[in-house]
């Protein structure tokens, strides 16, 4: 099993940044791929960033390309999404996920957070 906490949300203005954190417990993330989601209300939730379990592979939504970046931390045990640039398109919960799956791809995550908010406002 393995337990997934995020952190870092906020409230921020449109153009500011915020990095989200993920840190697992339970297992190491070094054999699973990680993945970003976020849904904002009233909308479907979507895969915004993935990371290959090596790190070497990353995959961004067409809405988030050049502005965000998803990493993992050197203890292989936290995954970070670095969000520049936000607009208020932007405002949603963001939930880390992980799993053997794709790293481009939105299926198959077993293990997700709890989500933490996002709010930019105009």
């Known amino acids: 099993q393995v337990q997934l906490v995020e952190s870092g949300g906020g409230l921020v203005q449109a153009g500011g940044s915020l990095r989200l954190s993920c840190a697992a417990s339970?297992?190491?993330?070094?054999?699973?791929?990680m993945g970003w989601f976020r849904q904002a209300p009233g909308k479907e939730r979507e895969y915004v960033a993935g990371i290959s379990n090596s790190g070497v592979y990353t995959y961004y939504i067409d809405s988030v390309k050049g502005r965000f970046t998803v990493s993992r931390g050197d203890a292989k045990n936290t995954v970070f999404l670095q969000m520049n640039s936000l607009k208020p398109e932007d405002t949603a919960v963001y939930y880390c996920?992980?799993?053997?799956?794709?790293?481009?791809?939105?299926?198959?995550?077993?293990?997700w957070g709890q989500g933490t908010q996002v709010t930019v406002s105009a």
């Open positions: 996920a992980a799993g053997l799956v794709s790293y481009n791809r939105p299926d198959g995550y077993s293990f």
């Open positions: 339970g297992r190491t993330l070094l054999t699973l791929t």
